[in-house]
């Protein structure tokens, strides 16, 4: 089994900054691809950014320029630094691993959801 458990999300004001972290445990051979996706109230999910083992990243263009992914390898461990808040950054922020638990089987998880507030 894998799991992957999340922390770092609160209330913050308006410019303020939050970083979020997702640590993958388990039944893991190799991780590919780690990431975020949020989902606002009413609104479809979104795909935040996503890393892969060579940290090469990729971002929403809502969020260039203040979201920045990072990747521990190591601790298998992704985090999401998130600077300039603004209230439409408001969501629940859901870490995902597309990792590998055998040399032939590659599978997606996820995590169970941190809730980011941002107030005006």
């Known amino acids: 089994q894998v799991q992957l458990v999340e922390s770092g999300g609160g209330l913050v004001q308006a410019g303020g900054s939050l970083r979020l972290s997702c640590a993958a445990s388990?039944?893991?051979?190799?991780?590919?691809?780690m990431g975020w996706y949020r989902r606002a109230p009413g609104k479809q999910r979104e795909l935040v950014t996503s890393?892969?083992?060579?940290?090469?990243?990729a971002y929403a263009d809502s969020v260039k320029g203040r979201f920045t992914a990072s990747r521990d390898n190591a601790k298998n461990t992704v985090y999401l630094q998130m600077n300039s808040l603004k209230p439409e950054d408001t969501a629940v922020y859901y870490c995902y691993a597309d990792l590998d638990t055998s040399t032939t089987r590659r599978t997606i998880h996820w995590g169970q959801g941190t809730q980011v507030t941002v107030s005006s």
């Open positions: 890393i892969s083992s060579d940290d090469d990243t």
């Open positions: 388990g039944s893991i051979f190799s991780i590919n691809i």
